[in-house]
């Protein structure tokens, strides 16, 4: 269901979408949903949130995220407070990283922004992306035109 709904969106490459089982044994399967947009593309994460929506997740399922994980190409620039924005090539889609309590990311990052590294992407998971489908989704749908917070996990600098 939710890998159809992200096969739907126009800027997703359809053919890349899989979906990886990772408990076969008459429970609930739980699997990782992997998907690619199309070359030069970027998939808004708007239209993933209401694609999703239109399906029966969206109603009085179980079913659930326990994290949605993107890698960007993109550019981080410094606001405010020290706070670190990234500006996803192509999109308007900007969000404040954040630090991931297990892979300290996010320093590392800093450490190399302050030696003048450029950053060339970011993967990370996008906070608010975790909990029962329906939950998620209503939450989600009061966030639309604000920045997301993406919890650092890893990072491609330029030329490395």
């Not at 708007?46 to 999703?52: T, W």
């Not at 997740?57 to 990234?86: P, Q």
């Not at 992306?129 to 917070?149: E, H």
């Amino acid at each position: 269901m939710a890998r159809d709904a992200i096969a739907r969106l126009y800027d997703v490459d359809a053919d890349s979408v899989r979906l990886e089982n990772l408990d076969n044994k008459g429970r609930y399967q739980h699997g990782i949903i992997r998907f690619r947009a199309k070359t030069g593309k970027s998939v808004a994460l708007d239209k993933l949130h209401e694609s999703i929506t239109a399906t029966r997740l969206s109603g009085g399922t179980n079913m659930g995220v326990d994290y949605l994980e993107i890698t960007a190409r993109g550019d981080v620039s410094m606001r405010d407070k020290g706070e670190l924005h990234f500006k996803v090539a192509h999109s308007g889609q900007t969000f404040v990283l954040g630090e991931d309590p297990e892979t300290k990311a996010l320093t590392r990052l800093r450490a190399h922004l302050d030696k003048g590294a450029k950053v060339a992407g970011v993967t990370g998971r996008v906070q608010g992306w975790s909990g029962r489908f329906p939950d998620v989704l209503k939450a989600l749908a009061g966030d639309s035109g604000q920045s997301l917070t993406l919890l650092v996990t890893d990072f491609e600098i330029n030329g490395k």
